[in-house]
């Protein structure tokens, strides 16, 4: 009998802070998800980038210059176990914005939810540590890292995220040992969802590029980029899967009409235990505190782009009822 197939949504950059947070009380929380709550509803998994804390702290950061503070409040988990999510990276630039206070509240309102998350913690072993999560027996486990804001890397001693250096760091991270004590406690896919690189760009500079092809080789099987505001391409490397940059899914940000920020996609990934099978995009349109399927020719244009930018990757997708489709399988 062949094994299940389960599917895992990845999603980019959910900042629930600043405008969005003061709509929380005013909305249920499906609102936020739209239309395409029913595509995270029909996913096995929903895999997160959660950019701001989760707190009620009001002193925002002030040890180093910041431009934007993003929190949301407490009652913004409602929003994430709306989508049923079952993972949030907490390792980028505004899960600190509440200070450490705000930090240590959003950890432990994710573990009263039951929501498993990586990238920062209350050490820096603790920061380091994967997440498993099981998704019908297929057991994943994620680590999240991010070059953003050095100053809020966990020491020792202090809470903060985990930190690499993209541009300098030999061996990557999470390290070939890493990815293999996670294999050794049972882990099915090694996923490293990873928030690298400058805003507003729509393919990833060498270094980065490089960086998360060698993490590919060192046995990770998918990449999850999140960082830049904006999708760029997919890559394949061996039998890994690189999701270079997810870019936005939900928030309260002035829209480029270039770069279209506004633009993304839910990218779900079908595997079992011996691999990746097929990854799936399905365009969505982001508005006010609110995301939507896209159609027509807003669909067509959003494939367009990202078929454009995955073309130098050597990566052909298919396109399937406005939505585009690529075998892992082969």
Request: aromatic residues 8%.
């Amino acid at each position: 009998m062949a094994a299940p197939i389960r599917t895992l949504a990845f999603l980019g950059d959910v900042m629930l802070g600043r405008l969005v947070s003061d709509e929380i009380g005013r909305r249920p929380p499906a609102f936020f998800w739209g239309d395409a709550l029913s595509l995270l509803h029909g996913a096995d998994a929903v895999f997160v980038n959660l950019e701001c804390a989760v707190t009620g702290n009001p002193e925002p950061w002030r040890r180093t210059e910041k431009v934007f503070h993003f929190k949301a409040v407490p009652k913004a988990i409602d929003v994430l176990k709306a989508a049923r999510v079952r993972f949030a990276c907490l390792a980028n630039n505004h899960v600190l914005d509440f200070e450490t206070e705000g930090l240590l509240e959003t950890l432990s309102l994710l573990d009263s939810a039951g929501i498993p998350h990586a990238g920062a913690g209350r050490t820096r072993d603790e920061a380091e540590r994967a997440a498993f999560v099981d998704v019908k027996g297929l057991r994943v486990a994620l680590f999240a890292a991010t070059d953003n804001e050095p100053d809020f890397a966990a020491t020792d001693e202090a809470p903060g995220t985990k930190h690499v250096d993209p541009y300098r760091d030999e061996p990557v991270w999470p390290t070939p040992r890493d990815i293999e004590a996670a294999r050794s406690d049972g882990a099915d896919l090694v996923v490293a969802s990873l928030h690298l690189g400058p805003n507003m760009v729509l393919q990833p500079s060498p270094p980065l590029r490089g960086y998360k092809q060698r993490l590919c080789e060192s046995g990770v099987d998918i990449v999850h980029g999140h960082s830049a505001h904006v999708f760029q391409g997919v890559e394949r490397r061996g039998n890994g899967l690189i999701l270079h940059d997810t870019g936005d899914y939900l928030d309260d940000y002035a829209v480029d009409p270039q770069l279209r920020n506004d633009w993304s996609f839910v990218f779900v990934v079908e595997a079992d235990e011996t691999g990746l099978k097929r990854l799936v995009l399905h365009p969505v349109r982001l508005e006010f505190a609110t995301t939507r399927r896209a159609d027509g020719p807003e669909a067509a244009a959003i494939c367009d782009r990202m078929e454009a930018l995955s073309e130098p990757f050597g990566t052909r997708f298919r396109r399937v009822d406005g939505r585009l489709e690529l075998d892992l399988a082969d």
